[in-house]
């Protein structure tokens, strides 16, 4: 079992910057492939960003927001940082975070499918105001 807590959520103005952080339990925490979803009110769970196992990782970002998110992990600390820049009312959802860590074959590669996660953090919320 691995348990997956999110933190850094908040209520921003457009423009503002805040990041995200997920802390996953574990020993080997480098082999983990993690997401970050969102989900807004009435809406689907969409991807968001994704980082592959390794010291550093590969990165993959949804159009929406490439060039104003980056992902990045720190495995000293068994963390996943989501660093969010510019951000729009649009932007203002339930943030996720996924951990894969190959539990069945649809489920050892990045998270970009929310049917497709082995575990899931509680969430966590930002509100982005215009």
């Known amino acids: 079992q691995v348990h997956v807590v999110e933190s850094g959520g908040g209520l921003v103005q457009a423009g503002d910057s805040l990041r995200l952080s997920c802390a996953a339990s574990g020993r080997t925490f480098s082999n983990y492939a993690v997401g970050w979803f969102r989900q807004a009110p009435g809406k689907e769970r969409e991807f968001v960003a994704g980082i592959t196992w390794g010291s550093t990782g590969n990165a993959y970002y949804v159009d929406s927001v490439k060039g104003r998110f980056t992902i990045s992990r720190d495995n000293a600390k068994n963390t996943v940082y989501l660093q969010m820049n510019s951000l729009k009312p649009e932007d203002t959802a339930t943030y996720y975070c996924?951990?894969?860590?190959?539990?069945?074959?649809?489920?050892?590669?990045?998270?970009?499918?929310?049917?497709?996660?082995?575990?899931w953090g509680q969430g966590t919320q930002v509100t982005v105001s215009s």
């Open positions: 996924a951990v894969n860590i190959g539990l069945t074959s649809a489920t050892m590669y990045v998270p970009s499918d929310p049917a497709s996660v082995d575990y």
